[in-house]
């Protein structure tokens, strides 16, 4: 046995086989279909030679076993069917997707809506879509299914991964990760713990651990290779008390969000895509306090277009109904980089054309996305924030852009409604400027993660600082109250939504400061909530 130490970024703990990741392994991109008439006859094509496969195989299992033979057929069925065709061709001409990209939106968009569905037929049918649909991507030259992580769920061993490549991945078949880079902060960190898998940073991955048993240890950091029977034993009994303790919080699934004495507070989830509502439903958060709504912009050729920004609000507003959504406009930049964006390369990225600047500076990408949340608005609650303020300035840029939007869906007799905004407090400047801030707004979101490396100057992803970075810094917390305190002069709601609003340990300091509203990833609902329940503000 060997025993490697590293730190936890989200507890938990796993048992499995390692699997070795290196960069460069097949991933769909969606790019931009040159014809829709050609993507159109790629994909009968694809379907027409997939179809001839599995009846060879139909015929060639028929006579040895029938049970197996009977799949083939049901996959054929499947493939032929009227459904199955036009969902795929609609989906090629309403969004303009190359044929393996519509195939694998259709995949999961099917995988969506069947999950958490326990019918056996349910589970054959998946395993069918999910079958056809990865032979289509084949032939139709995409490769597999975004990063192939096998049949069996693994411990994902790796150098580093992009916030893209942790959110392609599918999270059914990651039991964890263990990362040489990265750190608590970083957004790839943040991903893994919205998919609830436990991750560490900071343990020299090798690749000749590949295919050996592993634990992972999310609480105190440990990775065990080849661990010895005993250290295994310990190890499953307390996966399976890990997992009482989960189900244990269950019980305020239904709770209100209010402490001991009284005090409603609002307790949302900070998500990053749209198949991390399952989760927020699951936990029964009030509502999202923050959807980093750039993730949507990576890992892709070209900007997602209004159309379908527009239907991932709308389906958003819809599934949230009367609980709020709070979208960030989209935050990229720095760390969160498409090529299409073609930002040019800047010495200091952290501090470059990122969040609001970049946007105000592709105004025409701001813009769709605007009209995008502004449409979705009729459909349920909705506001947005704005992301790495740091003056008034820019509040005057996006409150002329938005009046345009405004006149043009009114113009159009395009339904919206008049949401909320808010503004995310992620700088110093912002913080010092508050009060002029909050006049403007409904709201006001701490940005704990990027104040914390701007008031520190010191880079949050950087692991040579992991022990100096530091968000509960007195100057951090001294910030949150200044704010807190600006934001309730002018009559506006502060909340924070960096990690540290999952501390536990300083619900009831926050509470104290007076915040209204704490979001935190799906997985810390639970626990939040039990510890607001049990802060009485009336006691001194
Ligand atoms: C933050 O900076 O605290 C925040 C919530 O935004 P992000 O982590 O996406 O930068
Ligand atoms: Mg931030």
């Known amino acids: 046995m060997e025993i490697f130490k590293g730190t936890a970024t989200f ?7 390692i699997l070795y990741y290196s960069r460069g392994e097949y991933q769909i991109r969606q790019s931009m279909a040159g014809s829709v008439k050609k993507e159109i006859l790629a994909f009968r094509d694809a379907s027409l030679h997939a179809a001839a496969d599995l009846k060879s195989q139909y015929e060639e299992k028929r006579l040895l076993n029938q049970q197996e033979a009977y799949a083939f057929f049901r996959q054929i069925e499947l493939l032929e069917s009227e459904s199955f065709r036009r969902a795929i061709e609609d989906c090629i001409k309403s969004e303009k997707v190359n044929a393996a990209y519509a195939v694998m939106l259709n995949r999961d968009e099917m995988t969506e809506t069947f999950r958490g569905l326990e019918a056996s037929f349910i589970a054959e049918k998946l395993e069918d879509i999910r079958e056809i649909s990865g032979c289509l991507i084949r ?139 399952n989760n927020v439903l699951y936990y029964g958060a009030a509502g999202i306090g923050l959807l980093r709504s750039e993730f949507q912009y990576l890992g892709r050729e070209s900007a997602p277009r209004e159309s379908e920004l527009f239907q991932t609000y709308k389906k958003l507003a819809e599934v949230m109904g009367d609980r709020p959504a709070v979208i960030r406009t989209a935050d990229l930049g720095a760390d969160k980089q498409a090529a299409y964006l073609d930002i040019p390369e800047e010495t200091n990225p952290i ?54 939007v405004k006149e043009e869906l009114t113009g159009k007799k395009v339904p919206f409604r008049d949401i909320e905004t808010g503004i995310m407090i992620e700088t110093p400047a912002a913080v010092m400027i508050a ?78 400061m007076g915040v209204d509203f704490l979001s935190v990833v799906p997985a810390c609902i639970l626990p939040v909530r039990k510890a607001l329940r049990e802060t009485d503000l009336g006691r001194e």
């Open 139 to 277: 032939i139709l030259g995409g490769s597999s299914a975004r990063i192939n992580l096998g049949d069996e769920p693994v411990i994902l061993v790796t150098e580093s991964l992009s916030p893209t490549e942790i959110m392609e991945m599918d999270k059914n078949r990651l039991l964890a990760v263990v990362m040489h880079h990265g750190s608590a902060d970083s957004h790839t960190s943040i991903v893994a713990k919205t998919m609830e898998i436990p991750t560490l940073v900071d343990v020299m991955a090798d690749d000749e651990w590949e295919g050996r048993t592993a634990i992972v240890d999310g609480y105190t950091g440990t990775l065990y290779i080849d661990p010895d029977e005993e250290v295994l034993k310990e190890y499953k009994l307390r996966l399976e008390a890990d997992r009482k303790e989960k189900e244990a919080l269950l019980r305020f699934r239904d709770e209100t969000d209010e402490t001991a004495d009284g005090k409603k507070i609002g307790l949302y989830a900070n998500i990053g895509n749209m198949s991390d509502l």
């Open 351 to 404: 501090m470059g054309n990122r969040g609001i600047r970049l946007c105000l500076d592709r105004e025409k990408l701001f813009r769709a996305q605007l009209r995008a949340i502004y449409r979705a608005s009729a459909y349920g609650s909705l506001a947005m924030m704005y992301p790495m303020i740091s003056s008034e300035k820019e509040l005057d840029e996006i409150e002329a852009i938005i009046r345009e």
């Open 11 to 17: 507890s938990g703990i796993a048992i499995g086989k």
């Open 435 to 512: 009060r002029e801030l909050a006049k403007r707004v409904d709201f006001l979101s701490i940005g704990t993660n990027d104040l914390t490396q701007y008031t520190l100057a010191m880079d949050r992803q950087n692991p040579l600082l992991k022990d100096k970075y530091d968000d509960h810094h007195p100057a951090i917390l001294r910030m949150i109250r200044m704010v807190v305190d600006a934001g309730h002069q002018e009559g506006c709601r502060v909340g924070i939504c960096g990690e540290i609003a999952a501390d536990t340990q300083l619900t009831e300091t926050f509470l104290r």
